[in-house]
C-alpha cells in the first residue's frame, strides 16, 4: 500500500522556470492538499480539493496552481518560479468523516530550491 | 486574526520522564484537535484526534487533553524514550476541510 507519493522528491529551479510536483495517491481519497513548510515554520496551506474537478485557494496560493481530473492525482504547477518558493512542500489526502476531518496521510515531501 | 501557538523552545528530557507539550490557539472555534509528529525530512504522521467535547484522549503511551475554555491542548507522552525525539505538531479547523497547523515543538529525549 503506497499511500501518498510525491515526486520528484528534490529539484533545484532557475528564477523564473515553470514545473509541476506531482502528487498521488491509492486510498480513493476524496480530499488533498498541498502545504508548504519553511524551516523553523509550520504548515501552510497552498490549495486543497474535496474531489476531482473541486479545488479551492488555501492561506498562501499566490504562484501556484492546481488541478484535480482524477480522484488520485492532485499536481501543484509553479510558474514563473522565484526565490520565495524555496520550501518543502507537503501533499496529504484524508477520507470524508462527516463533521469531523480524519486524519491527514503525507506523502514524503518534495524539496525544491529556487535560485 | 487565527494562531497556533506552540513552544519555539525545543524541550529537552531525560529518558523515562513525561514529556508534556502545549498548544494554545485564537479565534477558532474547533470541533477537535490533532497532534502529529514529525521526524527530520519526513512527512507529518498523525498521532491522536480529540473532539471539542471530550476532555482526554489516550493512546499507549500518549495522553492528549483539551480545554475549550482556556483554548489549549496539552500532549503528555509518559515514560519518555530516545525514539520519542522528533518535533511535534498541532492542527486545528474550526470546521470542514482544512486543518492549520502550528509551528511544532521540538523534543529531544536524552538516555
Known amino acids: 500500500n503506497a499511500g501518498v507519493t510525491q515526486t520528484p522528491k528534490f529539484r533545484i529551479l532557475k528564477i523564473g522556470q515553470s514545473m509541476t510536483l506531482q502528487c498521488t495517491q491509492d486510498m480513493n481519497h476524496n480530499y488533498m492538499y498541498w502545504y508548504r513548510q519553511d524551516p523553523g515554520m509550520g504548515l501552510k496551506l497552498i490549495y486543497y480539493?474535496?474531489?476531482?474537478?473541486?479545488?479551492d485557494k488555501g492561506e498562501v496560493p499566490n504562484g501556484y496552481n492546481v488541478s484535480r481530473s482524477t480522484t488520485e492525482d492532485f499536481p501543484l504547477r509553479l510558474e514563473l518560479a522565484a526565490p520565495s518558493q524555496t520550501s518543502v512542500y507537503f501533499c496529504a489526502s484524508r477520507t470524508e468523516t462527516g463533521n469531523f476531518a480524519g486524519e491527514l496521510f503525507f506523502g514524503e515531501g518534495s524539496r525544491l530550491t529556487v535560485l | 486574526s487565527q494562531k497556533i501557538e506552540q513552544n519555539s523552545e525545543a524541550l529537552n528530557i531525560q529518558e523515562g520522564k513525561t514529556a508534556t507539550l502545549t498548544c494554545n490557539y485564537t479565534?477558532?472555534?474547533?470541533?477537535?484537535l490533532q497532534w502529529y509528529r514529525q521526524d527530520p525530512g519526513r512527512g507529518p504522521v498523525f498521532l491522536l484526534l480529540i473532539r471539542e467535547n471530550e476532555k482526554e484522549k489516550r493512546k499507549e503511551r500518549l495522553k492528549v487533553t483539551f480545554d475549550t475554555t482556556l483554548k489549549q491542548s496539552l500532549f503528555h507522552i509518559t515514560a519518555s524514550q530516545p525514539a520519542d525525539s522528533a518535533t511535534y505538531l498541532c492542527a486545528l479547523a474550526n470546521s470542514g476541510y482544512a486543518l492549520n497547523f502550528g509551528k511544532g515543538t521540538s523534543l529531544l529525549v536524552t538516555p
Open positions: 480539493s474535496v474531489g476531482a474537478g473541486i479545488t
Open positions: 479565534n477558532y472555534s474547533p470541533a477537535y
